[in-house]
C-alpha cells in the first residue's frame, strides 16, 4: 500500500469491501432410531444417537436475525401404519437454541439469534410411546432450515 503526505496529511487509498450473510447447519446425525421398548416401563424412549451435535454459523450484519427450524413432512409412517409426528420432541442445549416438539403442519422453532453466530449446540430426541403403535419399521423426512434475515 503506497501512502501519500501533503503539507503534513496521510490520505489513505479508500478501502471497501463487500460480505454477504450466510449460513452454515451441520448435524451430528443424518439418521434417529427409536428402540422398542415396553411402554409401562419407558413412556418416553430416547434416540439411541442422543446427544445430537448441532453446530450453527452464521456471519451477518450486526442486527441480522436467524433462524433454525423443522418441519416433518408428514407422520411417522409403516405401511398403513402410523405415529403422530407430535409423538417425537426434543430437548435443546447451547445459547440460543430451543426445546419442542416436531409438527407437520408449520416449521418449529428450533434456534434463534442475532448477529454473527458460531454456536455449538445438542439436541436430545424422544418418542412418547404407547401401547397403541402398531409393529413396524417407521419412518419420516424432517427438514431442518437455517435461515438469516
Not at 21 to 41: E, I, M
Not at 82 to 105: C, E, H, M, N, Y
Request: hydrophobic share 45%; proline share 5%.
Amino acid at each position: 500500500m503506497v501512502l501519500a503526505c501533503w503539507a503534513g496529511a496521510w490520505l489513505l487509498p479508500y478501502i471497501t469491501a463487500a460480505h454477504a450473510d450466510s449460513a452454515r447447519l451441520t448435524l451430528g446425525a443424518g439418521t434417529l432410531t427409536f428402540p422398542n421398548a415396553d411402554p409401562d416401563l419407558f413412556p418416553t424412549v430416547s434416540a439411541t444417537e442422543n446427544p445430537i451435535a448441532v453446530s450453527v454459523r452464521v456471519t451477518g450484519r450486526p442486527a441480522s436475525q436467524s433462524q433454525l427450524t423443522a418441519l416433518s413432512a408428514g407422520d411417522l409412517t409403516a405401511g398403513g401404519s402410523l405415529i403422530p409426528i407430535s409423538a417425537v420432541g426434543w430437548t435443546a442445549q447451547g445459547r440460543g437454541f430451543l426445546s419442542g416438539i416436531l409438527s407437520k403442519d408449520s416449521p418449529q422453532l428450533m434456534g434463534q439469534w442475532v448477529g454473527s453466530v458460531n454456536e455449538q449446540g445438542s439436541q436430545q430426541f424422544s418418542l412418547a410411546n404407547s401401547w397403541s403403535y402398531a409393529t413396524g419399521n417407521y419412518s419420516q423426512t424432517v427438514v431442518y432450515t437455517l435461515v438469516v434475515f
